[in-house]
């Protein structure tokens, strides 16, 4: 098991900026890829970064490219998602999930929510115009 749990989630104007961390426990970080998901009112869960085991590679949703940016510290077990020029379409439930991924770490696979084993509960961001 892996237990994950978010923070860092709060009400921001437009424009501003927010970081969201990730804490893991459990079994062994490094083994899982992170991804960060988000899901607003009346929305199905979408994808939004994702981050392979060594921080080597990253992928993006298009919505976000260029103002988010995630990373991890293995040595401290949590992912981070730094989210600059927020905007109101960024609100939503933000939630971080580990993946064990055997084999290639394509963006189709990092962008699927069914290869995603662990879910944390989520940090509520809220984007005021």
């Known amino acids: 098991q892996v237990q994950l749990v978010e923070s860092g989630g709060e009400l921001v104007q437009a424009g501003g900026s927010l970081r969201l961390s990730c804490a893991a426990s459990?079994?062994?970080?490094?083994?899982?890829?992170m991804g960060w998901f988000r899901q607003a009112p009346g929305k199905e869960r979408e994808f939004v970064a994702a981050i392979n085991w060594s921080g080597g590679i990253t992928y993006y949703a298009d919505s976000v490219k260029g103002r988010f940016t995630i990373s991890r510290d293995n040595a401290k077990n949590t992912v981070s998602l730094q989210m600059n020029s927020l905007k109101p379409e960024d609100t939503a439930v933000y939630h971080c999930?580990?993946?064990?991924?055997?084999?290639?770490?394509?963006?189709?696979?990092?962008?699927?929510?069914?290869?995603?084993?662990?879910w944390g509960q989520g940090t509520q961001v809220t984007v005021s115009a």
């Open positions: 459990g079994r062994t970080f490094i083994n899982y890829a």
């Open positions: 999930a580990a993946a064990h991924i055997v084999g290639l770490f394509s963006s189709t696979v990092a962008s699927a929510l069914r290869n995603y084993d662990y």
